[in-house]
């Protein structure tokens, strides 16, 4: 298999006839997918014979999130990790919210009380890291609450601050069926991109792929900015850079925008109208030998 440049956990494998087999790596966890299922079997014989691996057939969890598979597409959440993380805290029986974090809210740095007892410092640390570098990944709701009050890590946080970390934990208790879905799509159009420059210097922005989002980013800036041009100028970086990588990686496993007219395969699926049906039966060599005639 060929390492991908763009991702180094990504390794492919192209044959002919469109097959190919994709492998995804993360420490010890391993996610193969494809559609030549012979290149699929042999890659598990060879991992068996050379590693201590286990097969846990079609994928349902990954990196603590849940992965359902269905014909019309793929939904990710997050549900179980969640019930987690409010029975640790013992918030499973909070009172739900509709928000992660109040509109008015301005945190400061000196924000209210501050901490007493280092042990809940340690466990508001603690707390925050875990939402921070798991559950922003399939939950883009909460990015930007989570990225406000991580802020405030480094320094000795105070209870406004704690106050807003539970608020985070009573939304997640009223969102515990919130999934990001997959659609499964014929046919790979233009990348959308939509950026926002939210407040002085935190940019948010999402990159889409036939309706189906694939990346998004809410990220405080390490200066503010002293325009609005240059806080937009500085999304459209940040954005940019994340487009060109995706771009990159997109072309380096072969998928690519096919339009609907070289959807040959159209034929054979769905009702097409004359014009069309001529087309494709051109493409496919199926001539009127009268009308050559």
Request: charged share 20%; with cysteine; hydrophobic share 40%.
């Amino acid at each position: 298999m060929t390492r991908s440049e763009a991702d180094h956990s990504v390794f492919y494998c192209h044959s002919t006839f469109s097959k190919c087999v994709y492998l995804v790596v993360y420490v010890d966890d391993i996610v193969i997918t494809g559609n030549d299922d012979i290149k699929i079997f042999h890659l598990k014989q060879f991992l068996f014979i050379h590693f201590q691996t286990k097969d846990l057939d079609h994928l349902k969890y990954f990196l603590d999130i849940e992965v359902a598979q269905s014909k019309e597409g793929i939904v990710i959440s997050q549900r179980k990790y969640a019930l987690d993380i409010l029975q640790e805290t013992s918030m499973s029986n909070c009172r739900p919210v509709d928000s992660p974090m109040d509109s008015n809210m301005k945190l400061m740095v000196k924000h209210g009380e501050p901490y007493s007892d280092p042990g809940r410092y340690r466990r508001y640390r603690r707390l925050v890291e875990l939402i921070y570098l798991t559950m922003t990944r399939p939950r883009p709701d909460i990015s930007f609450a989570v990225g406000v009050v991580i802020q405030f890590m480094q320094e000795a946080p105070c209870v406004d601050h704690w106050a807003i970390v539970l608020r985070i934990l009573r939304y997640i208790k009223k969102t515990l069926g919130h999934r990001v879905y997959y659609m499964r799509i014929r046919e790979i159009p233009l990348y959308q991109v939509i950026v926002m420059l939210i407040g002085r210097s935190t940019i948010g922005f999402c990159i889409l792929i036939g309706g189906n989002v694939v990346s998004w980013k809410s990220k405080k800036q390490n200066t503010v900015a002293r325009s609005s041009a240059d806080g937009k100028y500085w999304v459209m970086t940040s954005a940019t850079c994340e487009l060109i990588w995706e771009k990159l990686l997109a072309k380096e496993i072969s998928i690519e925008f096919v339009n609907s007219s070289n959807q040959l395969a159209d034929i054979f699926t769905k009702s097409l109208r004359g014009p069309s049906i001529q087309v494709i039966c051109s493409k496919l060599g199926a001539y009127n030998l009268y009308a050559l005639a």
